[in-house]
């Protein structure tokens, strides 16, 4: 059963008119699409919340009610007051159900990996979303991976995914998704040997260096103790 919310044509603007709107229960909205005029309209707060708290979220297809007609709309973007997380304002874009969008969508392991059951690792999620185009019916909740095969250092790329029926990637066929990576602590390990590598590196020239002086002044003191010698003969 579709989703279908009520919309007002908004007739009052301003911050103070949208602080009225918001201490009602409700948020101010746009409704906008390709060749057609946007219309500003104001929409009440626990049906988007609804409709965001969804299994399909931002990419759910619903129907907003105004001028006595349904129009099929996602919601294209929100915004949220940085200091409260309030919802303040929603776009609504019109959606033609013949014509495919663009849309991104959630990307979820299938499977244990063998690199964490047995190899010590972990899954590293590289990339959480991947863009898709296809006609709105089609839009999947999500795109799920089997992650089962892989072992420690390996990892999935958009290349390796096939996308549902109807379903065409648009993400970079080389951006990884998914990584089986190693524990920080064996990565530190190896960053500390690889320190003192550099470390005793850079030492090794410093005592050359003081040997060097060392023998200079010992060539010196030579030196001089020979002059004082031939000097005492000359007396």
Same mark, same amino acid.
């Given at each position: 059963m579709g989703i279908t919310i009520k919309g007002e044509?908004?007739?009052?603007? #301003?911050?103070?008119?949208?602080?009225?709107?918001?201490?009602? #229960?409700?948020?101010?909205?746009?409704f906008y699409g390709a060749n057609i005029s946007s219309i500003p309209l104001v929409?009440?707060?626990?049906?988007i919340i609804k409709i965001l708290r969804s299994e399909t #979220?931002?990419?759910?297809?619903?129907?907003?009610?105004?001028n006595s007609e349904n129009r099929d709309v996602m919601i294209k973007e929100l915004q949220i007051d940085p200091v409260t997380d309030e919802l303040i304002h929603v776009d609504l874009y019109q959606i033609a159900m013949d014509k495919?969008?663009?849309?991104?969508?959630?990307?979820?392991?299938?499977?244990?990996?063998?690199?964490?059951?047995?190899e010590g690792g972990f899954v590293d999620f590289i990339t959480r979303e991947v863009e898709i185009e296809c006609l709105p019916k089609d839009i999947p909740e999500?795109?799920?991976i089997d992650i089962s095969t892989l072992h420690v250092h390996q990892s999935v790329k958009m290349e390796d995914v096939s996308p549902p029926e109807g379903v065409e990637i648009i993400t970079d066929p080389d951006t990884v998704l998914i990584l089986i990576d190693v524990p920080q602590k064996e990565e530190i390990i190896e960053e500390e040997k690889e320190e003192?590598?550099?470390?005793?590196?850079?030492?090794?020239?410093?005592?050359?260096?003081?040997?060097?002086?060392?023998e200079e002044k010992e060539e010196e003191k030579k030196e001089e103790e020979k002059k004082k010698g031939g000097e005492k003969e000359k007396e």
């Open positions: 044509k908004r007739k009052v603007f #301003g911050k103070n008119a949208s602080r009225t709107i918001r201490r009602e #229960g409700k948020v101010p909205a746009i929409v009440t707060k626990k049906d #979220g931002e990419n759910t297809i619903f129907k907003v009610s105004f495919a969008i663009r849309v991104s969508v959630s990307v979820i392991p299938v499977g244990e990996a063998v690199g964490v059951k047995s999500n795109i799920e003192e590598e550099v470390i005793a590196e850079e030492e090794e020239p410093e005592v050359i260096k003081k040997e060097k002086e060392e």
